[in-house]
């Protein structure tokens, strides 16, 4: 069972592999545009963790898909932009429709009014996911801009936040401790 949860600042490299596992195609999608590895390499070493949320999906303890909420409150003031990434093994279950609706409420929940999403036109997939979630879609160029209108936080989206936490807190320790009891049952190898 996937399990999904924030991704902490001492989990960079976590996030480092991800990117840098995603195939051509997907890391094209991903940064609407190539990216070397040592590019990539660059992007995740610049991460301010005081402006940037990471959201992960774990499959048997490795992160196979996260979306990066990153803001300035100087720069944007009440707005922030993400972006999503879902290796291929897991795209088409659902994983980039819980990721985006979970960094929303995160979003939302930071006072955060308006969050942009950029993507390619021909990236079916990301176009349907803004539109399930009231992004407005803009065409510039080759490259489609989706904008979400976010309310003002209340005590169920933080709540629910909460909760969300929580429940992806617990099924890491759930996910680890099964881990260890499957060991403990294998033979030792000679």
Not at 9 to 20: A, D, N
Request: proline share 4%; glycine share 10%; with cysteine.
């Amino acid at each position: 069972m996937p399990v999904i949860r924030k991704i902490m600042p001492t989990e960079l490299r976590l996030y480092r592999e991800h990117l840098l596992r995603l195939d051509r195609v997907d890391r094209y999608a991903r940064f609407t545009g190539t990216l070397s590895d040592d590019a990539v390499k660059r992007h995740c070493a610049a991460i301010d963790w005081g402006r940037t949320v990471l959201l992960g999906v774990f499959a048997d303890g490795t992160l196979r898909g996260a979306v990066e909420l990153c803001g300035d409150r100087i720069l944007w003031p009440n707005q922030a932009e993400i972006g999503v990434s879902i290796e291929k093994a897991m795209q088409g279950q659902g994983v980039g429709s819980t990721l985006v609706r979970r960094i929303l409420t995160v979003a939302r929940n930071r006072g955060i009014r308006q969050v942009h999403m950029m993507c390619l036109a021909d990236n079916v997939r990301m176009r349907a996911l803004a539109r399930r979630f009231g992004g407005r879609l803009a065409l510039d160029g080759g490259e489609i801009t989706a904008q979400f209108e976010l309310p003002p936080p209340n005590q169920f989206s933080i709540a629910l936040e909460t909760l969300e936490d929580g429940n992806g807190a617990f099924n890491s320790i759930l996910s680890g401790v099964s881990g260890l009891a499957m060991a403990r049952h294998q033979p030792l190898a000679a």
